[in-house]
């Protein structure tokens, strides 16, 4: 059974950053496709970064140029550096991994085990 656990959320003011970890319980085959989204209380789960072995790096356009998506192979972690946090990213943030027959990355249905999110809240 393949396990994602997030942390590193919290609650911080605009303007600051949090950096996301997500620690798997498998490597090799979750660094294929591994990704980020986030769900705000009475919105629709997004995609917000995402990895594909064939594609990249990708980032919705609301956090291009504030988070960055990184994966240390050797610690089987995947991170999100969040900077120039905004009230609007306040969320549930939840990682993403394993592959499926989905190719578009911002897609839930494109991810084969999820975790179980971490809390970040921005406040004004």
């Known amino acids: 059974q393949v396990q994602l656990v997030e942390s590193g959320g919290g609650s911080v003011q605009a303007g600051g950053s949090l950096r996301l970890s997500c620690a798997a319980s498998?490597?090799?085959?979750?660094?294929?496709?591994m990704g980020w989204f986030r769900q705000a209380l009475g919105k629709e789960r997004e995609g917000v970064a995402a990895?594909?072995?064939?594609?990249?790096?990708i980032y919705a356009g609301s956090v291009k140029g504030r988070f960055t998506i990184s994966q240390d192979n050797a610690k089987n972690t995947l991170y999100l550096q969040m900077n120039s946090l905004e009230p609007e990213d306040t969320a549930m943030y939840y990682c993403?991994?394993?592959?499926?027959?989905?190719?578009?990355?911002?897609?839930?249905?494109?991810?084969?085990?999820w975790g179980q999110g971490t809390q970040v809240t921005v406040s004004s």
């Open positions: 990895i594909d072995i064939t594609v990249g790096r």
């Open positions: 993403a991994a394993g592959r499926t027959t989905m190719s578009s990355l911002f897609s839930p249905l494109a991810y084969r085990y």
């Open positions: 498998r490597g090799t085959y979750m660094w294929y496709r």
